[in-house]
């Protein structure tokens, strides 16, 4: 079955520091990937999809990158947090229409 | 540009009792499909029920079936004999055929005993 891994659980990172939050999947393969953020409070937005090796679609400019370096791995950074980057982020991969989540990072930048 | 619009921030219900969640969203999309997904205190997010916006028949997973009117773009949840573990925030969400969701701002249950 396929199961989608995602850490750290809770990062605390002063402001102006590097992000980095990994996700990888197991059981498929070339799955469509996702990271949402969500902000204390609020619905999930999209930042980042992509179908393939290499291939990111950003949905909102902002602070934030993408990469795939491999099949299985989607790859969120930034190179210099601000406070506006606080939120949970989370992992997903699609089959078809169906999106299923990773269990999340916390990050709290200060 | 697609939109979700969940119109109630928080509902309660008591156990054993029935709940409706409003949702009505906006798609230019011709083939797109609606969500229902619960995010228990975990934050964990659960896929509870999916529609497919061709198909007329409202969708039904044991306690919890979708009112699905296509023409007023309407999606409404109900979750019937509500227990305990229904207590969480329940997102609204359509998309198309590739799984790049858009999502409600959500409405956050508590099922009272």
């Known amino acids: 079955s396929q199961t989608i891994h995602q850490w750290p659980a809770t990062l605390v990172q002063p402001v102006g520091s590097p992000l980095s939050l990994e996700c990888t999947v197991e059981g498929t393969s070339n799955p469509n990937l996702y990271w949402y953020r969500q902000a204390a409070g609020r619905g999930l937005q999209l930042l980042f999809y992509s179908v393939g090796i290499g291939q990111i679609s950003s949905e909102v400019p902002q602070n934030l990158s993408a990469s795939r370096p491999q099949d299985r791995q989607f790859i969120l950074s930034s190179k210099k947090l601000l406070l506006s980057d606080s939120g949970f982020y989370l992992c997903?991969?699609?089959?078809?229409?169906?999106?299923?989540f990773g269990s999340g990072t916390q990050l709290s930048v200060l | 540009a697609q939109t979700v619009t969940q119109s109630q921030p928080e509902m309660s219900v008591q156990e054993a009792e029935t709940v409706t969640l409003s949702c009505t969203y906006d798609t230019s999309e011709s083939n797109y499909y609606l969500f229902w997904y619960k995010q228990p205190p975990s934050r964990q997010m659960i896929l509870v029920i999916r529609q497919e916006a061709y198909k007329q028949q409202n969708a039904t997973e044991n306690r919890f079936s979708v009112n699905f009117q296509k023409a007023a773009k309407s999606f409404s949840l109900k979750i019937s004999d509500s227990q305990l573990g229904d207590t969480a925030m329940y997102f609204c969400?359509?998309?198309?055929?590739?799984?790049?969701?858009?999502f409600g701002k959500g409405t956050k249950l508590s099922v009272k005993p």
């Open positions: 997903a991969w699609s089959v078809r229409e169906k999106l299923f």
């Open positions: 969400a359509s998309g198309g055929s590739q799984g790049n969701l858009i």
